[in-house]
């Protein structure tokens, strides 16, 4: 024995996982399924590190020191199961097994039951970057017991992402907690590109302006507060041109926005919890609407009516001043509705954190986001420092330099909801965000009349303002209070 760890499963993800290891002076023993995936891994860079490439299961097994250490990196679902079996079968208490594709934190979880009562390990961990990440550094975030990562931490810190000198990996907590927090990154990560494309359409469709000119202002964006790693891929998207055609790219892609389900895990997982993830739930629906092509076409046969976008911006978009002063207003909205999404995001994380049994360290978890994953940026320190700062606080949204930057974008961003619900732009995430953070400063909602009205078709009962106890009132009869037990 003589690998350190080993990979199994070494298509995009996996291969470039190995050689991230690899290339980190650790001693990889790789094995997939079919043998010629391996093959094809070492005949192109088997020179970048030791590698121990294994024919079968028993070999790689065997060419591991202990604690054996494998990460799985196959198709997720049943083939991960089947993996995660076949390993044990071999293994010895004591030895961990990882599981870095995209679970559903629930299946870890469970498959985390199975292997302890083995004794064994399991660690199901986080791993965001897509491939390049994994080539060249992700943002990872194991969960598992403390003595495993013992053993994979220092592994793992030798391939993340840096940010400022720290490698972006931290133990997550016990269990699914790892795939729980990639889950919400997902979901935020969702968020954080429709707000972006949210300002792209007014701007387009709005103002008139060229994709090549939108690029410009993003670039420009991508120097200050919204510094980001989506920003600036925003730009280059934008900036490009179709090289068969010669229009901007982003004119011949199809407008139908694809997903592979993370979005949606971390909304249902919102729901279950009774946490709103307004801007994350929005997102996704955003993108099933854009991908409902039948509905869209129908509408549009059925000449749904509406306001002509440019002819109601068009003041804005013939003013210099005002065209100038409307995208710093867009700016604004963007930069607040993106706070909102990731307050609405770690409230979630802190309400799994409860129910689920986890310590999660929410200042560690923004910094491990600071570098490799998709939603990289320099606003993570400022929640990083808001965690840090030691105060309690039910919502990012109460720190005091969110509370702030809020309450200076909070006109603007009013602007650009009226505006752009005038001119008939669909701002899901915008508006959802600002209604969420109306909600959230009014003193009395209209949650009373909804009391009201479940008292009286369901005898749901209700609370008082004025003294304790829970109440029903005799709606279908004198229309007296009787207080329950
Ligand atoms: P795929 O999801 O395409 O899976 C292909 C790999 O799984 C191959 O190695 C294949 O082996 C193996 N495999 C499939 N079925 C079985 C089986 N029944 N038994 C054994 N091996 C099997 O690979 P990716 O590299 O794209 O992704 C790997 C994991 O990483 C997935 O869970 C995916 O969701 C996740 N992922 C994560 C990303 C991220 O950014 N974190 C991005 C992309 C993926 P063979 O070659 O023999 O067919």
Redesign the pocket.
């Known amino acids: 024995a003589q690998a350190n760890i080993g990979v ?8 470039s996982l190995s050689r991230n290891l690899a290339r980190h002076g650790n001693t990889v023993a790789v094995y ?3 043998y010629s ?1 391996t093959e094809t891994l070492i005949g192109e860079h088997g020179d970048e590190g030791k590698f121990v490439p294994a024919k079968t299961l028993q070999e790689f097994v065997g060419s591991l020191t202990r604690p054996r250490t494998a990460i799985i ?4 679902g ?3 199961d ?2 995660i079996n076949d390993l044990a079968d071999l293994m010895e208490p004591g030895d961990i097994i990882v599981d ?4 559903y934190f629930k299946d870890t979880i469970r498959r985390e039951k199975a292997i302890r009562a083995r004794g064994l390990h399991f660690v199901g961990c ?6 390049e ?2 080539l060249l550094g ?1 943002s990872m975030m194991p969960g598992g017991t403390d003595e495993s990562w013992q053993t994979l931490g220092p592994i793992l810190k030798t391939i993340a992402a840096q940010a400022e000198g720290e490698p972006c990996v931290t133990h997550i907590g016990s269990d699914g907690a790892g795939h729980f927090v990639k889950m919400v990154h997902n979901g935020i990560e969702y968020s954080d590109m429709q707000v972006i494309a949210e300002s792209y359409d007014l701007m387009r469709r709005g103002l008139g302006m060229e994709p090549q000119q939108i690029a410009d202002v993003f670039d420009e964006w991508n120097q200050g507060d919204l510094n980001s790693y989506l920003v600036q891929i925003t730009a280059e998207v934008l900036h490009h041109t179709d090289a068969a055609t010669g229009k901007p790219f982003i004119d011949i892609v199809t407008d139908q926005a694809g997903m ?1 389900g993370t979005g949606t895990w971390t909304v249902q997982t919102a729901l279950d919890l009774a946490v709103p993830v307004t801007g994350i739930g929005e997102a996704v629906f955003a993108r099933g609407l854009s991908s409902s092509p039948e509905l869209r076409k129908e509408a549009e046969q059925k000449g749904l009516s509406g306001p002509e976008p440019q002819a109601i911006l068009s003041d804005l978009a013939a003013d210099p001043d005002q065209r100038k002063a409307f995208i710093e207003d867009v700016r604004q909205a963007l930069y607040a509705s993106k706070i909102v999404a990731y307050a609405q995001g770690f409230n979630e994380m802190q309400e799994g954190a409860d129910v689920y049994g986890w310590k999660l360290d929410m200042g560690a978890i923004a910094r491990i986001w600071r570098g490799g994953c998709i939603i990289r940026a320099k606003f993570l320190n400022r929640i990083s420092d808001a965690y840090a700062s030691g105060d309690e606080f039910g919502s990012l949204l109460f720190d005091p330099f969110f509370k702030k930057a809020v309450e200076d974008a909070q006109d603007a961003w009013r602007r650009v909801v009226v505006r752009a619900t005038q001119a008939g732009i669909p701002i899901p995430v915008f508006a959802s965000s600002l209604s969420y953070y109306d909600g959230l400063r009014s003193k009395r909602l209209p949650a009373a009349l909804i009391q009201g009205q479940r008292d009286l078709f369901g005898a749901h009962t209700y609370g008082r303002v004025d003294q304790p106890g829970v109440f029903h009132t005799l709606w279908a009869g004198d229309k007296s209070e009787i207080k329950q037990d």
Not at 126 to 131: T, W
Request: positive net charge.
């Open positions: 199994v499963g070494l298509a995009a993800m996996g291969a997939n399924r079919h995936r990196m196959v198709k997720a049943e083939p991960t089947q993996m870095a594709g995209n679970a986080g791993v965001s970057g897509g491939e990440g994994a992700p592979k």
